[in-house]
């Protein structure tokens, strides 16, 4: 089934970047700078039109500011989903690296197509976002079944997960690109497993605290979780 999800996904014609359109380019700024800031990438910054980047000085944000930077370009949306992805966008980056000798004499006539089959993460990088969120959603699909072996038999389980993984917007807007919905969707489920496990209840507060990091909007799974910790599971609150 986690096989099957991440092949429909990633095989998908339609993958989607804008607003992470920044996600592969902060993650390899990690991997070969060991930052997050996107300067060494100014000139594809202005081709597309400082679009979604915003300008850090002395800790304050410069919005409206084009052409030059006192500071350091960043990423408009929150750094920790680039943070968490980079393993996965570095080894997608790698492989398309080493697929690079046999690959390299093909052509498409899609740009982002042919930017991996010439090994450019510029031209390729809505094709890596879409490989790593299908991990991401493969992943979920998963733990949807993990969850709910718990309560019923494995044929409906893998039902379940096929309805999560397809007949939701897990498949239509986490799956297309590396936005912050994919991982925040993994990471809550993460923390909805452990719930369900009174040994493993503590351990909750990790994966729901990043799912927080990488999208805010997650302080509603904080609170409602955090709620049932303390009504259920109150050794385990602190």
């Keep these: 089934m986690c096989l099957a999800v991440f092949a429909v996904s990633a095989l998908s014609p339609v993958p989607i970047s804008f607003d992470s359109r920044w996600t592969v380019y902060t993650a390899m700024s990690l991997w070969k700078h060991g930052d997050v800031n996107l300067d060494e990438y100014a000139d594809v910054i202005a081709r597309n039109d400082y679009y979604q980047v915003v300008c850090v000085d002395q800790g304050k944000a410069i919005v409206g500011l084009h052409d030059t930077c006192p500071g350091h370009w960043y990423d408009w ?30 052509h498409s006539s899609y740009a982002m197509v042919d930017g991996f089959f010439r090994a450019d993460y510029d031209a390729a990088h809505p094709v890596i976002e879409q490989v790593v969120a299908s991990v991401l959603l493969a992943c979920s699909a998963w733990l949807v079944i993990l969850i709910a072996r718990r309560y019923v038999e494995e044929r409906h389980a893998l039902l379940l997960a096929a309805l999560f993984a397809f007949g939701t917007s897990a498949y239509s807007t986490a ?34 605290a990043l799912a927080y990091t990488t999208r805010p909007t997650a302080f509603v799974a904080v609170v409602v979780f955090t709620l049932y910790v303390a009504l259920k599971h109150r050794t385990r609150f602190v």
């Design 77 to 106: 949306y929150p750094a920790a989903v680039p943070i968490l992805t980079a393993p996965l966008i570095g080894a997608a980056v790698a492989g398309m690296n080493l697929l690079h000798p046999l690959l390299g004499g093909l």
């Design 175 to 208: 799956g297309r690109g590396l936005w912050q919905h994919g991982p925040c969707m993994l990471l809550l489920l993460i923390a909805f497993y452990l719930l369900e496990d009174p040994k493993l209840v503590a351990r909750a507060g990790l994966p729901l």
